[in-house]
């Protein structure tokens, strides 16, 4: 063979290359153009993110400016027969004073229920003595007010003042004053009863507590 055939084979074979060359695929085909896969190449997974939970719900609070109600206190029946029996004062009970001892100027106190309840004769009387300044002591111990003497109207309590001998140092007074021990500040307007010859002597004039019966009162 001549080398100019030759060379004709080798240009035609370089043209045929330059062809397949030029009439391989586009950017636009691979890239997914028109004519071309329209798949895009997989993008490799981005691990998914877990949602954020939720925060529970506060349960509502209790208001602040609203206080429980509070219980009421238990209360006695009302068929206890102490049930709303109160002392009694200067406006339920009359007064009457009686010279018990000429000698040692004693005297019985008695009170009686003049109202239409019940009331409690409660503690010492408290007595004074006419214009004198003072008022006597009290003698013997008192219960207290729930095993105080009921006085149902009409019914009396007693008890006795005791006077004393004139050492000189005294007074001699015609009457004398009582209230009633309420362990309140009720205002109440004193009894008076005639006591003539009453010596009041200082720190010798004293009074028992309240009792059912005169002799009682008197041998205190």
Not at 4 to 30: H, I, K, Q, W, Y
Not at 84 to 111: G, N, Q, R
Not at 172 to 181: E, F, K, P, Y
């Amino acid at each position: 063979m001549s080398t100019v055939p030759r060379a004709a084979a080798v240009l035609a074979a370089v043209s045929a290359l330059a062809a397949l060359t030029a009439c391989g695929p586009s950017e636009d085909t691979a890239g997914g153009g028109a004519g071309g896969s329209t798949a895009s190449p997989a993008k490799s997974a981005t691990p998914a993110v877990p949602p954020t939970p939720a925060k529970p719900t506060a349960s509502a609070k209790p208001s602040t400016t609203s206080k429980p109600a509070k219980l009421p206190k238990p209360t006695k029946s009302s068929t206890d027969p102490g049930f709303d029996v109160f002392p009694c004062s200067t406006f339920d009970v009359k007064f009457t004073a009686t010279l018990a001892e000429p000698t040692t100027s004693s005297y019985l106190l008695k009170i009686t229920n003049k109202g239409t309840k019940a009331c409690r004769a409660l503690g010492h009387p408290i007595v004074t003595f006419g214009d004198l300044a003072g008022r006597a002591t009290e003698r013997g111990t008192a219960p207290g007010i729930e095993d105080a003497i009921r006085l149902d109207p009409g019914e009396s309590a007693y008890a006795g003042l005791m006077g004393g001998a004139n050492d000189g140092k005294g007074k001699t007074v015609n009457s004398i004053g009582l209230t009633m021990n309420t362990e309140s500040d009720l205002e109440q307007t004193p009894l008076k009863a005639s006591t003539p010859g009453l010596y009041v002597s200082p720190d010798k004039n004293s009074v028992t507590a309240w009792m059912v019966n005169a002799e009682d009162a008197l041998s205190l």
